[in-house]
């Protein structure tokens, strides 16, 4: 059953707190993204990964950072986190034919 | 329409009723998708057209692409309450070689009984 599962579902972080959010997907796809998602706004691209440690910088880069040392494990990482990063965060991988499979996202509030 | 700088689109029909949402985009692709999100979810990718094709059907669902208006539209054929979720239209802007989409605002449709 092709699958992109995400943890956590649900995290309250205080400003200057670190996040570490995972990724994981198991149909080997080489290909993986990073998203935030922002009310009545499209998904932003932060970050793609072509394969493990072959990361490469979205649209919004700036106060993140990815960790991608298994195929199948992507991780976004806030350091020292801002109000302004409270958003929904989505990772998808992208399969044959050009199809991204996303996960069911993170909601992200930092206080 | 989806891009520009307009917000989120709301759309408000009656089961039974056609609908048709429009996207318009402003960097050449040889492909759009449409993806559809349900509240809480992860937006699932619901169909493709690509540059050759001008129309394509999935079910309910009629995708058309205009690329010398670059321009695409999403029909849904007689729609049912399970149809209610946001739908996005995304472009592919690098060309093929490392897939990346530019993903439009959105259109929230919402069918009532």
């Known amino acids: 059953d092709m699958k992109v599962t995400q943890m956590p579902r649900y995290l309250i972080k205080r400003m200057g707190e670190n996040v570490l959010l995972e990724c994981g997907q198991d149909m080997s796809h080489e290909t993986m993204y990073w998203y935030r998602q922002d009310p009545g706004l499209g998904l932003q691209l932060i970050y793609i990964?072509?394969?493990?440690?072959?990361?490469s910088e979205g649209d919004i880069p700036k106060g993140y950072r990815v960790s991608r040392k298994k195929r199948e494990h992507f991780s976004l990482i806030l350091d020292s986190a801002k109000t302004n990063q409270t958003s929904v965060y989505f990772c998808a991988s992208l399969g044959g034919r050009a199809e991204q499979f996303f996960g069911p996202g993170t909601r992200l509030t930092v206080l | 329409s989806q891009w520009g700088e307009e917000n989120l689109q709301a759309l408000s029909i009656q089961e039974g009723e056609d609908v048709t949402m429009n996207c318009s985009y402003k960097t050449y692709t040889t492909v759009v998708h449409w993806y559809r999100q349900d509240s809480g979810r992860g937006p699932a990718l619901i169909i493709l057209i690509r540059s050759n094709e001008r129309e394509k059907r999935s079910g309910r669902l009629r995708a058309t692409l205009d690329t010398s208006s670059q321009s695409s539209s999403l029909s849904i054929t007689a729609a049912q309450c399970e149809d209610t979720a946001v739908y996005f239209c995304a472009t592919d802007i690098s060309g093929g070689s490392n897939y990346k989409l530019t993903f439009g605002k959105g259109t929230l449709l919402t069918v009532t009984p």
């Open positions: 990964s072509y394969d493990v440690d072959s990361n």
